[in-house]
């Protein structure tokens, strides 16, 4: 797990190149605090910082050449199926020759690029990891850009005056002299209604996120960007539940055996829910020693969860951390967090927190539970969305009743879920595709319009219901593409990252989404919650978690908004007033109605806001 850059340009100089890669090194050594190297070859500039996990030598230091010096990479992320894949690539052919190729290291760096120089860019169909790299071939002059299937690792560009530049975060862009930049105006309204901005686009104008399962191809200089792999739904052959489930079992465990390799001491984060919960069971019955676990706790007994963590902990014997998180203690770390902040959003705060505790434990390399909701139906709008989809009766009511009865349920109750609840009602058409935006929006689209001057339209990555029996799967792949990969993965690499700890999702194996995406609603209906995947783990997590009310990682925002964190607060939602970016007065409301408790405006609705400002001010972006 590292940091990588780089810089293709005929129009600077090798020197102002090596300045200029230098310095974003520089802006990467937290990323990477092993190693700070770079290659420059006239138009070409790479940098990398590293995080060693997988043979520590100096030998597997980055960029990293390949045998005949042909080739040179610079890799971020981990690819499990190396072992594999090197004993294949060692007993066939290589490239254009008549031999295999000879590896040098241990490393999964040299297998990434041993692959390119046999497959090329089809090697990516055989890569099971997370990674981001860019390999630059010095005889064609042609440099190839690659991000994993889900966007686990992030790879930011921006092309400008001829000059491609690339980096695994936004900072190192903005911040290297190449030139200024200022703030992406047209994002501002995603950004507010989701507290995250959509791949391709980011914060910054300009500045571009590839998109997960894509490529870049840079010919003279002419960057081309091409999709290798999308989530999709490809109904196979129906077979039993049990054969399902046990499927499953197998893909799992699979998936955290291979997440296991590294040479590094490594843990877990422990929420104490079903997903973490049955991480940590899967690798305590793997690993021979006990497992390193981290939990956060706090006073406000109604967020914490430790003792259902502390129980998982019991059961399978780990090696077990509480990390008490008292207001006094968050506040400090508070502005140390937001400053590690690579792009803005509403979460996040907390990844860093335990990241930070995690790896002051001695810990390089930690496994998450992270994508187990999105794949196996575990939030509520997987059951709400599913309802709608099987309620189409309501559009045989004219639009008219439809409206009216929201606004009598608003009258009735007014909150946020009523008003989201009035808004579908009014859809000229309800389904999946319309619901799904709003359900993930943090402000009805009446809200929305008080607030953003520039209010663009604004579509999430839509996957159409093409198979009646597969709703839920549906529901998953949008999950997938938006919530997912835009604020969770987005939030979890830029704060574990900040303090130089990698973290591994095993419910992303590709292999273990693309098996559970093609099973039907009819094993997956959310009766209860997760309950295909509690039955795929054969009893390996207690009925005490499965049973448990679902919190959710979060803290306790709303009383330390309005209290410890009140004047923090106020100060960045006057400056971002000031701004002109919303509509006169909008935010200032808005922060009123959240201390007067306006049912309507929750925290959320707040924090991301003040973030936002926060961001700006620390990285001195201009607003045009």
């Not at 080739?71 to 894949?85: A, P, S, W």
């Not at 959003?345 to 994508?371: E, R």
């Not at 809200?447 to 663009?456: C, F």
């Not at 987005?490 to 574990?496: E, V, Y």
Request: proline share 4%; hydrophobic share 35%.
């Amino acid at each position: 797990m590292c940091g990588i850059n780089g810089i293709i340009s005929n129009n600077i100089s090798e020197e102002n190149l090596v300045t200029l890669i230098q310095k974003m090194n520089v802006l990467l050594k937290h990323r990477g605090p092993d190693a700070s190297l770079f290659y420059s070859d006239e138009n070409v500039a790479f940098g990398h910082t590293r995080l060693s996990i997988i043979d520590l030598s100096e030998i597997s230091n980055q960029p990293f050449y390949s045998s005949d010096n042909r080739y040179v990479i610079v890799y971020n992320g981990e690819l499990y199926n190396y072992k594999q894949l090197k004993l294949s690539l060692q007993q066939s052919a290589h490239g254009s020759g008549s031999i295999p190729y000879i590896f040098k290291t241990q490393s999964d760096t040299e297998v990434v690029l041993a692959a390119y120089i046999k497959w090329g860019k089809q090697c990516l169909n055989y890569f099971n990891g997370m990674f981001a790299f860019a390999i630059y071939d010095k005889h064609t002059k042609q440099t190839f850009i690659a991000r994993d299937r889900f966007g686990v690792k992030p790879l930011y560009y921006h092309y400008y005056n001829d000059a491609f530049i690339f980096s695994s975060e936004i900072r190192a862009i903005i911040n290297c002299g190449l030139k200024s930049f200022s703030l992406n105006k047209d994002a501002i309204s995603e950004y507010t209604q989701y507290q995250s901005i959509n791949a391709p686009n980011t914060i910054v104008k300009g500045v571009k996120l590839l998109e997960p399962g894509s490529y870049i191809e840079i010919v003279n200089n002419n960057p081309t960007i091409t999709t290798y792999y999308t989530p999709e739904i490809k109904p196979t052959e129906k077979i039993s539940y049990k054969e399902t489930t046990t499927k499953i079992n197998e893909l799992l465990h699979q998936s955290v055996q291979f997440r296991l390799e590294a040479d590094v001491p490594f843990g877990a984060f422990l929420s104490g829910g079903i997903d973490s919960s049955a991480i940590v069971g899967i690798m305590s019955n793997i690993s021979s020693e006990p497992i390193n676990t981290f939990n956060i706790s706090f006073d406000e007994s109604e967020f914490s969860e430790s003792k259902y963590a502390k129980q998982i902990s019991k059961k399978f014997n780990t090696n077990h951390t509480e990390i008490k998180l008292t207001p006094e203690h968050f506040l400090k770390t508070l502005p140390e967090a937001l400053d590690k902040m690579d792009s803005p959003g509403g979460d996040g705060i907390n990844t860093y927190i335990v990241s930070k505790a995690t790896k002051n434990a001695g810990i390089t390399m930690a496994m998450s539970g992270i994508g187990g909701d999105e794949l196996f139906a575990g939030y509520d709008v997987f059951k709400n969305l599913y309802s709608i989809q099987n309620k189409q009766w309501l559009n045989l009511f004219p639009k008219f009743i439809r409206v009216g009865a929201g606004k009598s349920i608003v009258l009735k109750k007014k909150n946020i879920r009523n008003l989201k609840l009035a808004e579908v009602l009014s859809q000229d058409k309800i389904n999946i595709d319309n619901c799904y935006e709003l359900s993930r929006s943090l402000f009805t689209k009446k809200q929305l319009e008080t607030l953003i001057k520039l209010n663009n339209k604004i579509t999430l990555n839509n996957y159409n219901l093409k198979y009646p029996d597969y709703i839920l799967s549906t529901i998953s792949i949008k999950e997938i593409t938006t919530y997912l990969t835009n604020t969770l993965l987005r939030d979890t690499d830029q704060m574990s990252m900040a303090v130089a700890l990698e973290v591994r999702e095993p419910f992303l194996d590709y292999k273990l989404v693309d098996y559970v995406l093609n099973v039907s609603d009819e094993y997956k209906f959310p009766t209860t919650p997760k309950k295909l995947l509690i039955d795929s783990l054969n009893g390996l997590v207690p009925n005490e978690i499965i049973n448990r009310p679902k919190m959710g990682f979060t803290l306790p925002w709303k009383y330390w908004m309005q209290n410890e964190l009140k004047d923090f607060c106020q100060k960045n939602i006057v400056s971002l007033e000031q701004k002109n970016i919303f509509q006169t007065n909008s935010i200032n409301n808005l922060w009123n109605a959240f201390l007067k408790n306006d049912a309507t405006i929750t925290w959320s609705r707040i924090w991301h806001l003040v973030v936002l400002n926060y961001w700006i001010d620390k990285n001195k972006i201009k607003i045009d």
